[in-house]
């Protein structure tokens, strides 16, 4: 007997220590909760900052960091639309709104509702379908189908609620959910208010900020329905989210291990038999139901197998009660008999053989990595890699994606200032100031990823428009260019820097450039560009090394991001990119997408290349033929080279001028030809080539 418990405890101590090493560990976690938190909110902002009546959640495993390199989660986005009211009580109807009245009764699945259209002008039920998401029941009801979402996401597979993306290379698939929010907290989760488990787990604390969130109603009908077109579930993610992130290490391990055993030997091939947020649950109720004092490192091989023995139960019995609304079963109408069998019987042979199931567990190398630590194997037997380098590894991950929100929320954010005069331009900075001085800290932190971009913008908008009448850039457009130039390591410079080369101010111009350069090759710096989804850039060891040590703010100094001139900026631009401008004829507008391609109307370039394109300019006009000739050399040598390039057409198109400018047609020629085999549509190379062969064609 005592021989078993120091083998469990062992094996337990072992698990902690493997998960560790593969970045289960506080110091990972709290980090990755840290970036996904931070993107939500940048992009919340955005969403704040354009009118957008819309919120986003980020939800699931990355947000909660209870996931490793080799679960390869996605990353899970609530979107909530809050035009719509959801009321369970007539008291809650708002004059003007959309109206839903939640109705559960005899016809409807315990956990779920129907939603009756109401009047927006008084607080009396619709009695006219308004569209084709709508229908009238029996009682003469207009209910909302939960239909009403398909095809808002172009291209996504729908499960369920869910649309599900593909991530591009190197990055996250997206399962994104669109919702409506409730007036209030859910009638039927009240009772979950007032239970108490053994382990007096949630706290008070807990279930009082539960409340206070958000309850969400998403496009969903239970698998056991009479209506499932009708049907809505009623979501608490994010009362669960608080929960999640309230475990300790030792239950963030062991939720990590069931999700392991799920992919490895319950769900295989990909099938989804038993999901991850029934595993959630089965660990929330067996954390609810025992001592606190139990969830040790020591006993996390113990805990693991109550969980296994919890679940077997819930397959067997068809049954696993929802943790807030307990009347929901989240396994009905889930398997056939056939698959209930199978599942049963493989958490059973896994339960009777569980330590060695364990070892052969691939997923991070854990199977492996536990041989190692119990001296089953010695560890020069096989490679795999360090802790230290799991961590650099992770660390670069959670950057590149803060980075990549940061871009990606730029294109609307430019989108909208770009539909704005001056004065609606100075609301929309001051609204956006305001999450700095009253914000909270994540609110403070993303401003500081975001507003740099804007300042820099509103400048050059200003200095634009002031070079326009008098050909110089008033103080004010120098102050906001200014207060903008840190939001990478480049393209605010480089916007500064093309506004003075646009006045005539070379020597200042030029010292900006040199500045720049030198700080670019001072650091490990990656290209940014999510103007179009393309792989996920490269990096270097150094750049990981970077991640692993330095807090967030390093992202400034190891990112390059793209240099975005929207048209009302087109005097802070040299000609030769004014034309990226009109790159689209009419002919090409029809393979624009509306949303995600407004930047084809602007000028947008990569930094390195636009920076040795205003060497090559501002060289020129200074007559240092060397200078000149060695920026336009790094120029054609970081076209060719520079593999993380999202431009590179527009790269083309520039260098292209430049060998016009140098007289040599035939280079020139061969630049715009490479632009047209990379994008054969949106390119202004069309309209080079034609230029360009008019002008032999008149010399001749």
């Known amino acids: ?198 382990g007096r787990w949630p706290t008070h604390d807990m279930r009082r900020y539960a409340v206070s969130t958000r309850c969400f109603v998403v496009a969903t009908g239970s698998k056991v329905s009479q209506y499932p077109e009708l049907e809505w579930r009623i979501s608490t993610s994010l009362a669960e989210r608080c929960l999640i992130l309230n475990l300790n290490i030792t239950q963030i391990r062991c939720y990590v291990l069931l999700k392991m055993i799920l992919k490895s030997f319950l769900n295989p091939q990909g099938e989804i038999n038993i999901s991850s947020f029934m595993c959630k649950t089965v660990l929330l109720h067996c954390i609810e139901n025992t001592e606190s004092s139990i969830w ?20 067997q019995n068809d049954h696993c009660s929802h943790f807030i609304i307990q009347e929901n079963n989240l396994m009905a109408g889930q398997f056939t008999a056939e698959k209930k069998h199978e599942l049963s ?40 890699q360090s802790s230290l380098a ?17 871009s990606l929320i730029h294109n609307p954010v430019l989108e909208h200032l770009h539909t704005k005069n001056i004065r609606a331009m100075k609301y929309c900075i001051g609204k956006l100031i305001t999450f700095n001085v009253n914000g909270n800290r994540l609110e403070q932190a993303a401003f500081k990823f975001i507003a740099p971009f804007i300042f820099t913008t509103y400048g050059s908008i200003l200095a634009s428009s002031s070079i326009s009448e008098n050909n110089l850039v008033s103080p004010q457009a120098l102050v906001w260019l200014s207060v903008g130039l840190n939001s990478d390591i480049s393209s605010s410079r480089l916007k500064l820097a093309s506004v003075f080369y646009c006045t005539g101010d070379m020597e200042k111009a030029e010292l900006i450039l040199r500045h720049t350069e030198q700080q670019y090759y001072s650091y490990p710096v990656v290209p940014i560009c999510r103007c179009w989804m393309k792989p996920r850039p490269a990096v270097t060891a150094e750049f990981k090394r970077v991640c692993g040590e330095q807090s967030e703010d390093c992202i400034k100094h190891i990112t390059s991001f793209c240099v975005r001139f929207i048209q009302k900026e ?32 602007w000028a947008v370039v990569d930094s390195l290349p636009f ?63 490479l632009s047209l085999q990379l994008r054969s549509r949106n390119n202004v190379a069309n309209f080079h080539i034609c230029k360009h062969l008019s002008g032999l064609l008149a010399s001749q």
């Open 611 to 673: 920076l040795y394109f205003l060497q090559y300019k501002i060289y020129r006009h200074l007559q240092s033929h060397q200078d000149q000739q060695q920026a336009l050399n790094k120029l054609i040598r970081t076209i060719e080279t520079d593999t993380n390039l999202s431009h590179r057409e527009t790269a083309l198109n520039i260098l292209g001028q430049c060998m016009e400018q140098e007289n040599r047609p035939q280079q020139a020629f061969n630049c715009y030809l």
């Open 570 to 601: 087109i005097n802070c631009i040299p000609h030769e990119l004014q034309y990226e401008m009109f790159r689209s004829t009419q002919g090409d507008m029809i393979h624009r997408d509306e949303d995600e391609d407004c930047w084809m109307d």
């Open 345 to 384: 019987k493989n958490i059973s042979d896994f339960l009777q053989n569980d330590s060695k199931m364990l070892l052969r567990i691939d997923i991070d190398d854990l199977g492996y990595r536990l041989q190692v630590k119990l001296n089953i194997v010695p560890h020069r037997a096989y490679y795999y």
């Open 1 to 198: 007997m005592f021989q078993e418990h120091d083998f469990r405890e062992n094996l337990s101590l072992a698990l902690s220590e493997v998960l560790d090493d593969i970045g289960v560990n506080e110091r990972l976690v709290m980090r990755r909760r840290r970036h996904l938190m931070l993107g939500e909110t940048i992009c919340n902002i955005r969403y704040s900052f354009t009118d957008t009546n819309t919120t986003v959640y980020y939800l699931g495993s990355q947000s909660e960091g209870t996931t490793t390199t080799g679960l390869h989660s996605d990353i899970d986005t609530l979107y909530c639309y809050p035009d719509s009211n959801i009321i369970q009580d007539w008291s809650e109807w708002e004059h003007g709104k959309l109206n839903y009245l939640m109705i559960q009764d005899e016809n409807t699945t315990p956990g779920y509702c129907f939603l009756q259209l109401l009047r927006h002008d008084e607080p009396l039920p619709a009695t006219v379908i308004p569209d084709e998401h709508h229908i009238s029941d029996r009682s003469g009801r207009i209910l909302v189908k939960n239909t009403r979402f398909n095809g808002v996401i172009p291209g996504a597979v729908v499960h369920g609620p869910s649309n599900a993306e593909q991530g591009e290379p190197g990055f996250s698939d997206i399962d994104t959910v669109l919702a409506f929010p409730c007036k209030s907290w859910p009638h039927s989760a009240s009772g979950w208010l007032e239970r108490q488990g053994i």
């Open 296 to 315: 040790k490192e020591n006993n996390l091989f113990i805990c693991l197998t109550y969980c296994l023995l919890e679940l077997h139960s819930c397959v």
């Open 390 to 406: 799991i961590h650099e590894s992770n660390m670069t991950s959670e950057y590149l994606k803060t980075a990549c929100i940061t």
